[in-house]
């Protein structure tokens, strides 16, 4: 089967900076998309930014300048590395991508399971 998992995600001061990681595993035949979403309490889960597998990147209005994605194909990762962060991006940041296995014509989109961050004011 195929996992995602995230870390790096922890406590920052507003302005501070962090980096987060996702790694893919498993049976995993090509990569499409990767991206991070999140969900702060009481909210939607919102698009952060996302990766094609030929590098195009899309990235949410609130973090534009600010966020920058960026993916690793031989080691399946992706990263986010987040500057200038203000206590309004405060959420569970999710990993996710289209992955197709060996065994399946088709894509599956897969989620990580979540890594929290938090920046104090």
């Known amino acids: 089967q195929v996992q995602l998992v995230e870390s790096g995600g922890g406590l920052v001061q507003a302005g501070g900076s962090l980096r987060l990681s996702c790694v893919a595993s498993?049976?995993?035949?090509?990569?499409?998309?990767m991206g991070w979403y999140r969900q702060a309490p009481g909210k939607q889960r919102e698009l952060v930014a996302r990766?094609?597998?030929?590098?195009?990147?899309n990235y949410a209005d609130s973090v534009q300048g600010r966020f920058v994605i960026s993916r690793d194909d031989p080691k399946n990762t992706v990263h986010l590395q987040m500057n200038s962060l203000k206590p309004e991006d405060t959420a569970v940041y999710y990993c996710?991508?289209?992955?197709?296995?060996?065994?399946?014509?088709?894509?599956?989109?897969?989620w990580g399971q979540g890594t929290q961050v938090t920046v104090s004011s």
């Open positions: 996710d991508a289209d992955i197709k296995q060996r065994r399946f014509s088709f894509e599956i989109h897969y």
């Open positions: 498993g049976n995993i035949f090509s990569v499409n998309a």
């Open positions: 990766v094609t597998s030929g590098g195009n990147t």
